[in-house]
């Protein structure tokens, strides 16, 4: 059975670490621990490793956040995987920072990447684990704080949360949605 990971987030160094790119790191730190690495491919980097008799297909999008459906689009049908098997992983401003939220389905809530995806793919019907990142900022700075640098803190934090994600990650795809949430969902 084949599986879609896709790590949202925007290319580029200005980009790197910032709270809208934790999607990112989420899916490099996969990579990291099965040895694969990313190739740059059509709309995305790609890679591939197998895990427990799954074959887990990950994408880093290199259309930018707000673009991201074309990508996810292109991938999913290239690589014949149903909407049911993908899971998308985002940041959220409406979750506290180091809470995790999966969902088998459901709105965008705002975030312009899952509202492409939405959009181009032709539904809200597939998995996304929201990364909280909290909504520590002023009023009128949202851009700012989303793609700014977790603080130091937060960074400490972001190892066990990003070894946390990718737990749920592989229980969607070993044990099912349903089951992954009710291990994953943290109060």
């Known amino acids: 059975m084949k599986y879609l990971v896709v790590g949202l987030g925007n290319i580029g160094p200005e980009y790197d670490r910032t709270r809208h790119n934790i999607g990112f790191m989420i899916v ?10 990313f190739d740059s491919d059509r709309l995305a980097f790609h890679c591939e490793y197998k895990h427990k008799g799954r ?3 990950m ?20 690589l014949k995987i149903p909407k049911e098997n993908i899971i998308v992983l985002v940041d959220d401003l409406a979750i506290p920072f180091g809470k995790l939220r999966l969902k088998a389905k459901g709105s965008s809530a705002g975030h312009n990447g899952l ?26 700075r949202q851009a ?7 603080n130091n803190n937060e960074e400490a934090e972001l190892p066990l949360l990003i070894d946390k994600s990718i737990e749920i990650i592989h229980n969607f795809c070993t044990i099912g949605i349903e089951r992954a949430m009710n291990f994953g969902n943290t109060k």
């Open 28 to 37: 490099d730190q996969m990579a990291k621990e099965n040895n694969v690495s």
């Open 55 to 57: 074959i887990i297909h």
């Open 115 to 140: 509202k492409d995806i939405e959009s181009v793919t032709g539904g809200q019907n597939y998995a996304r684990l929201r990364f909280g990142i909290g909504d520590d900022y002023p009023k009128g």
């Open 59 to 78: 994408i880093k999008p290199t259309t930018y956040m707000n673009l991201s459906g074309r990508s996810v689009n292109h991938w999913m049908k290239t």
């Open 144 to 150: 700012d704080f989303v793609l700014g640098k977790f």
